[in-house]
């Protein structure tokens, strides 16, 4: 079965730093390019970034360029996401999500979803 | 940026009506790189179309995409109980990879 399973959410304070984590299984995941994806509580979805199957191209929203950093290791089959100077408004659910097509790029849809992880940014 | 306007906001439809969802780009979306994703109360997105027209895997024949270029639309030919969500478009051709706001489907 194919999953994917974040984790690394929690509460943090404004100017702080997490590390989100996103293990993949079921697929081969270095075939596949990945992204993330979050959700303000009671509002809507917000790209927020992507990367290749290898790794090598890297894609962000503006309102988190040079704060995070999306990045992979294909040997443990896992997407991270860190992110720096965390603002109230990086509050949301955090999705990672992978990208459809095999050895395709990140101008794809996402057709497998992980739960999600919480990332509350409050003092 | 490309920006999507969903509308209407919200849809009031009963069990067997047919709702139709318009998704409005800014810019032209290339090569219709077009989705739509359904997403219930707590629950992850669950892709529907892919490419404005292309039923993803599983997802029933009663979903249909249409439309290129800047106007595109869901359509839902008879509503079933466990259709009653919000369903949102997302354009994948240039980057960011917008979302729209959403539309929610309620129940009449």
């Known amino acids: 079965e194919v999953q994917l399973l974040e984790s690394g959410g929690g509460l943090v304070q404004p100017g702080g730093s997490l590390r989100l984590s996103c293990e993949a299984s079921?697929?081969?995941?270095?075939?596949?390019?990945m992204n993330w994806v979050r959700q303000a509580p009671g509002k809507g979805l917000e790209w927020v970034s992507g990367?290749?199957?290898?790794?090598?191209?890297?894609y962000y929203v503006d309102s988190v360029k040079g704060r995070f950093t999306i990045s992979r290791d294909n040997s443990k089959n896992t997407l991270f996401l860190e992110m720096n100077s965390l603002r109230a408004e990086d509050t949301a659910l955090y999705y990672c999500?992978?990208?459809?097509?095999?050895?395709?790029?990140?101008?794809?849809?996402?057709?497998?979803w992980g739960q999600g992880t919480m990332v509350t940014v409050s003092s | 940026d490309i920006v999507l306007t969903q509308s209407p906001g919200t849809l009031s439809l009963s069990p067997g009506e047919r709702a139709t969802l318009s998704c409005r780009a800014s810019?032209?979306?290339?090569?219709?790189?077009l989705a739509w994703y359904q997403q219930k109360r707590g629950r992850s997105p669950r892709l529907l179309i892919y490419?404005?027209?292309n039923r993803a895997t599983g997802i029933p024949d009663r979903f249909s995409g249409s439309g290129s270029g800047t106007d595109f639309t869901l359509t839902i030919s008879r509503l079933e109980p466990e259709d009653f969500a919000v369903y949102y478009c997302?354009?994948?051709?240039?980057?960011?990879?917008?979302f729209g706001q959403g539309t929610k489907v309620e129940i009449k």
């Open positions: 490419g404005a027209s």
């Open positions: 997302q354009q994948y051709g240039s980057s960011p990879w917008a």
């Open positions: 810019q032209s979306v290339s090569s219709s790189f």
């Open positions: 079921g697929f081969s995941f270095s075939d596949y390019a």
């Open positions: 990367i290749s199957g290898s790794g090598g191209t890297t």
């Open positions: 999500a992978k990208y459809m097509i095999l050895f395709g790029g990140v101008y794809d849809a996402s057709d497998i």
